[in-house]
């Protein structure tokens, strides 16, 4: 299975912004939906945001629309999450995932992780 690598993350007061980015191969770049989910303590591993392998389709899990924003950047084989007003509610561990096609945004169709990156975001 392919490994992604994450970075970014860390403390942030709430309101404010973080950055996370998930560098992959350029094949599974170019060829997989590539995600972002979360997993707070004591909660399922959740859906968070995905970009479509052709650049095109972009989708978030509702809590986090006009906060969060992902994008992919063909330079790198990397997609990045930018998270805005940020609340503590978005603390989590992010991790980042690829699937060629996923029946559902759905951590059970993803096949490939990385292996995480902390999120904590303070009141």
């Known amino acids: 299975q392919e490994q992604l690598a994450e970075s970014g993350g860390g403390l942030v007061q709430a309101g404010g912004s973080l950055r996370l980015s998930c560098a992959a191969s350029?094949?599974?770049?170019?060829?997989?939906?590539m995600a972002w989910f979360r997993q707070a303590p004591g909660k399922e591993r959740e859906f968070v945001a995905a970009?479509?392998?052709?650049?095109?389709?972009?989708f978030y899990t509702t809590s986090v629309k006009g906060r969060f924003t992902i994008s992919r950047d063909s330079a790198k084989s990397s997609v990045n999450l930018q998270m805005n007003s940020l609340k503590p509610e978005d603390t989590a561990v992010y991790y980042c995932a690829a699937a060629q096609s996923p029946n559902e945004l759905h951590q059970k169709y993803f096949d490939s992780w990385g292996q995480g990156i902390q999120v904590t975001v303070s009141s």
């Open positions: 350029t094949q599974i770049f170019s060829t997989h939906v």
């Open positions: 970009a479509h392998w052709s650049g095109g389709a972009t």
